[in-house]
């Protein structure tokens, strides 16, 4: 059983088999053992296991393994040179630093999730709205398959290119100088450049509206066409006017995709350091940011407390929206 | 919702912003890449040249940034690669069934949508730990981050729960028939994979293949902290945004969109292609 015993190299083997097999085609005995009664060898392909096993190493290792080594080394202690094994809590008192204590008044932390939560809902709400409204157009106002098909594709490319490319293409436009400033000065409809176009609030935002959409609109397209056309003609015929089809029918029916595209949405931007730190200009803080910075000077035990921290408030909202959700189907 | 009525002018015009706020701002970019010698990063453009990508091809700054082209070249390729070779197994799997198979699976969903920050970090960490472990015995050893080891792994968190989920779907829609009645003529396991299920979700493998290259190629937030020394493309053209104040910047930036989209368009033609040989033979 060489095969089996390959197994965690299970893609090499898949590539080297099928020759093997090519060699069988040619064999007339393998057709006449089975006409025999003589058992079948046992092959690789029926051993789930095995065939599952790179996929689980690759997890164990570069996953899981990691997830459980932050945990721990949340614990341990750290001099300006190491990090050393224990079992301390300073680091999440650190990350906590007078959080309760100067209440009302926000601590750091506080004030940077409350921040991050603020990027978080805006940007939610608007590619909820924006995907749906963009999906509605490709499901079930254009007729032909293959115009549908076109218009996604159109949607999803550049989902496929560089991130950091498509955050630096809003500098030339939304810069002092740039493209936009200039237009709205020859118009006359300001007289001096705008500031807050760029390295701002206003800029992070944009350009996670131009980023995320598509991760929203995706799969509110793949719950709206599995959509029945005919309830929409029931709930027509019954006198239901649009707005009353689009949330009171193809809303909940579009939930499943609302809740993929939304923890996507969510997850992206509360963990996100690159788009608030590009198009902020370095300015704004966010938890990913403050992650970052603390590995940058390798105080890995405080940055791991933060990346728990962070963690447990992504699966908080994920847990919080699923249960929405689901409260509000019962009602 | 069978007449074109004022409903699908005004979603087709929301539509047609909403396309050109996306590649608008690329648009620039493509168009600054191409400003003359005397231009600088914003509009207008001071005549047309490729002076910036012949600046780009001295090299830009301090960086090395054809070394790191390179770099980013065969991780991707490699990334694409093992995508294909691990999640094609596992799908299989799936079909079978096994013990665990769910909590795999929630496993794959989780490493999609666990910030990147928290995983790049935990990759971080533990090549680190493994680093102070190494050098009890190994006198000298350095660093075991690099781009075939963290960076690698980084990038496989992140291709390979896509390319589960479209095997997934695509054995989703696959008429098991077919393999029956390759069973059924006497074909081997291994025979029924090769002559009839590769076949039938060619276009799919395909798909996985050339868009694991992309997201490899494209990725930045998993692989910022856990890849050591050396630097991926995407990584220096951060570093890059920073400090290069001329449009050698955005020639960059076409160059890096250019090889993207090329692999997209040949992955697209080719799924196209075979879809079409296949309705033309009638399957």
Partial sequence: MTT??????????????????????????????????????????????????????????????????????????????????????????????QCVAKLPNLCVTFATYLST?????????????????????????????????????????????????????????????????????????????????LYSDFAVILAFIHLYTMFMMVPIVNSMMRIDREIIEAARDAGAGIWTIALSVIAPLCRPGIVIGSIFVITIVMGDYITVGVMGGQQIASVGKTIQVQMQYLQFPIAAANAVVLLGAVLMIIFAMTRLVDVRREL | MNERGRRYYVLAGIFTLFVLFLYGPMFAIFALSFQGPEGGLTFPMRGFSTHWFSELWKGVGVVDIWAAFGRSLRLGAVVSALTLVISLPAAL??????????????????????????VSLGIGLEFRLFDDWVKEFIVGHQTSTGLFSSALGAHLTWTLPFGLLILLAA????????????????????????????????????????????????????????????????????????????PAVYALGTVVTGVSLVVIGFSLATITLIGRARSRRGR
């Fill in chain 2, 93 to 118: 799997a799936y079909r079978i069934g096994f013990r665990g198979a769910t909590l795999l699976f929630y496993t794959v969903i989780a490493s999609l949508i666990v910030p990147s920050i928290v």
């Fill in chain 1, 4 to 97: 089996a015993e390959q197994a965690p190299e299970g893609g090499p083997t898949a590539l080297t088999g099928p020759g093997r097999a090519h060699t069988a085609l040619v064999s007339p005995d393998s057709d006449a053992a089975a006409v025999h009664g003589v058992k079948r060898r046992r092959s690789l392909l029926d051993r789930p296991y095995a065939l599952a096993s790179p996929l689980l190493l690759v997890m164990a290792l570069f996953f899981v393994g990691p997830l459980i080594l932050t945990i721990i080394v949340s614990f341990w202690e750290y001099t300006q040179y190491s990090i050393e094994p224990a079992f301390v809590t300073t680091n999440y008192q650190d990350v906590f630093y």
């Fill in chain 2, 171 to 246: 054995f989703n829609r696959f008429d098991r028939r077919y393999e029956e009645a390759a069973r059924d003529l006497g074909a081997s396991p291994w025979q029924t994979l090769w002559l009839v299920i590769l076949p039938i979700i060619l276009p799919s493998l395909i798909g996985i293949g050339l868009f694991g290259f992309t997201l490899s190629w494209d990725e930045l937030a998993r692989t910022s902290q856990a890849i050591g020394g050396r630097n991926t493309l995407p990584l220096e053209l951060r570093g890059l945004t920073q400090t290069v104040t001329t």
């Fill in chain 1, 117 to 197: 939560l603020k990027f978080c809902f805006i940007v939610w709400a608007i590619t909820l709205v924006l995907g749906f409204t963009l999906a509605w157009f490709i499901v079930f106002e254009v007729k032909k398959t293959s115009t549908q098909i076109a218009l996604f594709l159109i949607c999803t490319i550049p989902f496929w290119t560089s991130n950091v490319i498509r955050m630096m293409a809003w500098i030339p436009l939304l810069g002092r100088n740039g493209l936009v400033n200039q237009v709205l000065m020859s118009m006359g409809i300001v007289s001096e450049p705008q500031e807050w176009l």
